[in-house]
Every structure is written in C-alpha cells, then in structure tokens.
C-alpha cells in the first residue's frame, strides 16, 4: 500500500447554530483543558466548505485514540468532521477527501474545492 500517504495528526471540525453554540463553547474549553490540541477561534459564519458555523482544532496522531472516543461520549448532539492531515491535505480542496462524521442525524453537504466566495453563488 505505498499509495497511502503519511498522516501527521488529525483536524476536527466542530459544527454549532445559534441555537448550539453555548454548547459548543462549553466543549471547547472542556477541549482545551483536557487535551493538549490547537484550537481555532468560532467561525461564526460557513467558511470554505463547511456550510455552517464551526470551530477547528487540530491534535497528534498518538492522541487519536483518546480525543476522538471523548469527543464520540461528548459531543452532546453537535456534528463533528474528522479528518488526517497528509501531504494531500495541504492540497486545495483535499482535506476531507478521508473524513468521517460525527453526527446527531442531520445531513452536511460539504462543498469540496470550493472557497466561501464560490459558495455565495
């Protein structure tokens, strides 16, 4: 399988409404206290692909195996993208070619290869 590529930690997005975002906000500071991971700032608005509001946080590959089921026990409803960061994912477009959902039953349409500009339209 030499066509795989190398992974180098793992991006998380995690998706809120106006109606979700307390609960949001309250998982992200559990996040940060709890797991030693990047955490990006509430988009407040769809960015590039993702069609709702989000935050980002980016974590190691040895902390897989203990981020992911915490955020599969506390998630509380709110969706959640997952997805490596390889070599591709620097390519425009191809972050979530190898994703998975986290998600309270609703459908996300994720836009890939498009930027928030070309989503207007």
């Given amino acids: 399988m030499s066509n795989v590529p190398a992974v180098y930690g793992y991006h998380a997005h995690v998706y809120y409404d106006a109606a979700t975002l307390p609960v949001a906000e309250k998982l992200k500071v559990e996040l940060g206290a709890r ?25 190691k590959n040895e902390q897989f195996q203990t981020v992911v089921p915490w955020l599969m026990l506390n998630r509380e409803s ?6 490596p960061l390889t070599p591709m994912s620097e390519v425009k477009g191809r972050g979530s070619d190898l994703a998975f959902r986290l998600t309270a039953g609703r459908f996300l349409v994720m836009v890939i290869g498009c930027t928030g500009s070309e989503m207007e339209r």
């Fill in 35 to 59: 797991f030693d991971v990047e955490l990006g700032p509430n988009s407040g608005e769809r960015v590039g692909p993702h069609p709702v509001p989000q935050f980002q946080m980016i974590f």
């Fill in 78 to 83: 709110l969706d959640i993208l997952i997805h």
